[in-house]
T-cell receptor, first 110, second 117 residues
Framework: GENVEQHPSTLSVQEGDSAVIKCTYS??????FPWYKQELGKRPQLIID?????GEKKDQRIAVTLNKTAKHFSLHITETQPEDSAVYFC?????????FGAGTTVTVRA | DAGVTQSPTHLIKTRGQQVTLRCSPK?????VSWYQQALGQGPQFIFQ???????QRGNFPDRFSGHQFPNYSSELNVNALLLGDSALYLC????????????????FGPGTRLTVL
């Protein structure tokens, strides 16, 4: 089955700096890569996604890049704000089944 | 536009008991997936229902079973509960949206926190 690895497990950044989270996947047939943000005690919320026919996607301060050859994808958050503090999960999808990474706890220091 | 809803919010059971969790998908969605999220970990795929049938299953024992109703809502049943079944159980819905073909974009419900004592 699909195996998704996510790094780092924790990330502390100064407010206004950028944060980068990286994921690798094992199944070359995976074709959809969403990112979810989960605040303490709340549901995972989809923040951005990318499909295998696209190399990069941006939505305001958030961007995702995908390298199909290397089987890795990354989340970039620019100009971080305190409300960006949360756990972020990457996922890879094949046949509508999501396989998640272990998560990255992001702390934005004021 | 109603989002994904789940009930109950919290549940406490003892080992050996059985539990049923419920999920109503987002309006217009016809596919329901269930995930188990242990504390400090990412969600793990349990199974997915589409057209009232189990379409895919993850690496979970047969103690975990489900059902989808004609209105697309779904239930997750867990028999013979073990301490290790304590987790947040998440339901996610996907499917046709605004007449488009089936999409794999999944939206999560708030989850049911199950504690097994």
């Amino acid at each position: 089955g699909e195996n998704v690895e996510q790094h780092p497990s924790t990330l502390s950044v100064q407010e206004g700096d950028s944060a980068v989270i990286k994921c690798t996947y094992s199944d070359s047939a995976s074709n959809y890569f969403p990112w979810y943000k989960q605040e303490l005690g709340k549901r995972p919320q989809l923040i951005i996604d990318i499909r295998s026919n696209v190399g990069e996607k941006k939505d305001q301060r958030i961007a995702v890049t995908l390298n199909k050859t290397a089987k890795h994808f990354s989340l970039h958050i620019t100009e971080t704000q305190p409300e960006d503090s949360a756990v972020y999960f990457c996922a890879a999808s094949r046949d509508y089944k999501l396989s998640f990474g272990a998560g990255t706890t992001v702390t934005v220091r004021a | 536009d109603a989002g994904v809803t789940q009930s109950p919010t919290h549940l406490i059971k003892t080992r050996g008991q059985q539990v049923t969790l419920r999920c109503s998908p987002k309006s217009g969605h016809d596919t329901v997936s269930w995930y188990q999220q242990a504390l400090g970990q990412g969600p793990q795929f349990i199974f997915q229902y589409y057209e009232e049938e189990e379409r895919q299953r993850g690496n979970f024992p047969d103690r975990f079973s489900g059902h989808q109703f004609p209105n697309y809502s779904s239930e997750l049943n867990v028999n013979a509960l073990l301490l290790g079944d304590s987790a947040l159980y998440l339901c996610a819905s996907s499917g046709q949206y605004r007449g488009l073909a089936i999409t794999d974009t999944q939206y999560f419900g708030p989850g049911t926190r199950l504690t097994v004592l």
